[in-house]
């Protein structure tokens, strides 16, 4: 499949969740077995080398880094919101536009040493892989690799992350200017 068929898979939905906001809806993606399959492939070509453990950001990551992983016969560790993992955990707390997240991840999650790839659907900002970058470094990972479907590049957010030493993102569908 061409890069802008897969593309042209991916909805967008002005004004959601709120004005001002163009929401890239994944959902046409997913729901075509070769759109689905041509982007885990495309995530697995970019991927690092030897890579030991996937972690999927909370929810969409999930949907792409759980397949990911599988591929690369790694395993799939979720990062989630605060409070929706047993426990215990680690968490590290971002600023959003207006108030802030957290996210965690169990504590046992990630193992010291182990190569690991981040993997969400859409770059913005960066504060969420940048936060969930922190996480892996915290838990002794290796972050070895960051992958995301697409990136909106007018929110720079790939330069934020270069400035935390976040290694470079691999964008499957390149630069989208909404
Ligand atoms: P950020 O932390 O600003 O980089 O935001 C990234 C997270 O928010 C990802 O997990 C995305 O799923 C979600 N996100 C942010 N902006 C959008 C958007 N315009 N369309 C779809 N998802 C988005």
């Known amino acids: 499949m061409t890069a ?3 593309a042209d898979l991916v909805r967008d939905v002005p004004d959601f969740p709120k004005p001002g906001i163009v929401f890239k809806d994944i959902t046409p993606l997913l729901a075509s077995p ?3 399959a041509a982007a ?3 995530m697995r070509r970019l991927a690092p080398p030897e890579v030991d453990q996937v972690v999927g ?4 990551g999930f949907l792409f880094a759980a397949p990911v992983a599988l591929t690369l016969g790694a395993g799939f560790v979720p990062v989630r919101k605060h409070g929706k993992l047993t426990g215990p955990t680690v968490q590290r707390s971002y600023a959003l536009e207006y108030g802030t997240e957290t996210l965690a991840v169990h504590a046992d999650g990630i193992r010291p040493g182990a190569r690991v790839l981040l ?3 859409v770059l913005a900002t960066g504060g969420t892989l940048a936060a969930a970058a922190h996480l892996v470094s915290q838990l002794g990972g290796d ?3 960051v992958i995301v479907l697409l990136e909106l ?3 720079k957010g790939r330069e934020f992350l270069r400035s935390r030493g ?3 993102v691999n964008c499957v569908l390149g630069p989208r200017d909404t």
Do not use: C, I, S, T
């Not at 950001?57 to 969409?60: T, V, Y």
């Open 57 to 60: 950001l909370e929810a969409r």
């Open 4 to 6: 802008q068929r897969l």
């Open 119 to 121: 993997v969400d659907d």
């Open 143 to 145: 972050l070895v690799g």
């Open 153 to 155: 590049a007018q929110l």
């Open 34 to 36: 070769a759109g689905f």
């Open 166 to 168: 976040v290694p470079e």
């Open 40 to 42: 885990v492939e495309a």
